[in-house]
């Protein structure tokens, strides 16, 4: 839901480099342009079977969960999607940053059979010097033979092509919790905007069935993207992960000025709602001065109604040990109550015009 367009955004829309600086633009598949600077735009345009010389989009999403109850307001379907710009640290959802569908390895599924490595046609499943297995290079064109063989299932396809139209028809099964859970739809990833054209039509078509649609950004995209995404979006979450721009980049591996720039033109251009939603990382931004400042921003932008504390969640541990991963954040503790209350009334004290929660142990 947009009011106006910017000048700004139509001269960042498209802009297709041939920067390299994407490690996944060496092997783009079909369907994705190489937008430069670490970016990756997926969104294949394909012919509607319905509707005669329409397009419908497609794009690479992961699954959708059911009964969300902390990403938008009332119960909602939660679709997750591939791509994130971002590189966070104590990223929690590792499998959703690359852009493309691919296979995932469960060291602690794996019952080291070596079959797999016999299936692959291409010979690039590797066994290590003591004859377990030691991963895959990434030329893997998904053919699904390694997977066939695997009868513990550790290893898994993680991300699948989809069109618009289908992706729509996955999320009406939940209808129920749009009428009667006063719920909606929430766009989620790895980061909906990654994949503006896909999110877009998506979200259109919910909102065109009556469906109340959100999504959850970091906003490190071109303003010509997040607004081609929020012109169907009602209510917006996004992250602010530090105020410090050289502190944010340490943490995500990119600074916080395009964020910030963004939000402070959806204040003028949106029509929605925007809650903005702090991970609490120990020692990265949990401090009051970040908390604070984090506040007196948000106090400045009308659109903004809440701020909501994440606290720390240390469940990913598991996923990381399974994938046979060192978590850059294993030992690490999650915020104490009283600390979360402390911040917790560094925010409602700030200007006093939001709400603010702080949701689980999870984000
Ligand atoms: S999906 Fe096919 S190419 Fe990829 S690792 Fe498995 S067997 Fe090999
Ligand atoms: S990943 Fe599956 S098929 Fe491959 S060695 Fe492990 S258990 Fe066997």
Partial sequence: ?????????????????????????????????CLGGGRVRYGRQVASPHKKGDKMVSGIVKNIEE???????????????????????WCQNPELIRPDPEIWYNK??????????????LGILTLDVNNKFAGHKDECNLCGECLKVCDP????????????????????????????GKGGVTLSGGDPIYQPEFSAEVLRQLQEKGVHTTIESALHYPYA??????????TLIADIKHMNS?????????????????????????????????????????????IRR??????????VVGIDLLPFNTLPVAKFEALGVDWEYKGVEMQSKERLKELFEIVTSS?????????????
């Fill in 67 to 89: 009964n969300a109850v902390h990403d938008g307001s009332g119960i909602r379907a939660l679709g997750f999607m591939k791509g994130c710009i971002m590189h966070c640290r």
């Fill in 1 to 33: 839901m947009i009011k106006t367009k910017d000048s700004s955004a139509n001269a960042s829309n498209g802009t297709i480099g041939a920067s390299m600086s994407n490690p996944y633009c060496a092997k783009l598949k079909s369907g994705f342009t």
């Fill in 108 to 121: 602690v599924l794996c019952k080291e059979c070596g079959k797999c490595v016999e299936a692959c046609p």
């Fill in 351 to 363: 200007c006093g015009k939001f709400s603010c929660t702080t949701i689980g142990g999870l984000w």
């Fill in 153 to 180: 299932g550790a290893l898994s396809l993680v991300g699948e092509e989809i069109t618009s139209d289908e992706w729509v028809k996955h999320f009406m099964r939940y209808s129920l919790y749009f009428n009667h």
């Fill in 225 to 234: 993207d997040v607004l081609k995404v929020l012109s169907h979006c009602d």
């Fill in 246 to 290: 050289e502190k944010h980049k340490w943490g995500t591996g990119v600074g916080n000025k395009l964020i910030l720039e963004n939000f402070k033109k959806l204040d003028r251009d949106f029509e929605g709602e925007i809650h903005i939603h702090i991970p609490l990382v120990p020692g990265f931004n949990d401090d009051d001065e970040n």
């Fill in 294 to 303: 984090t506040a007196d921003f948000a106090c400045m932008l009308d659109k």
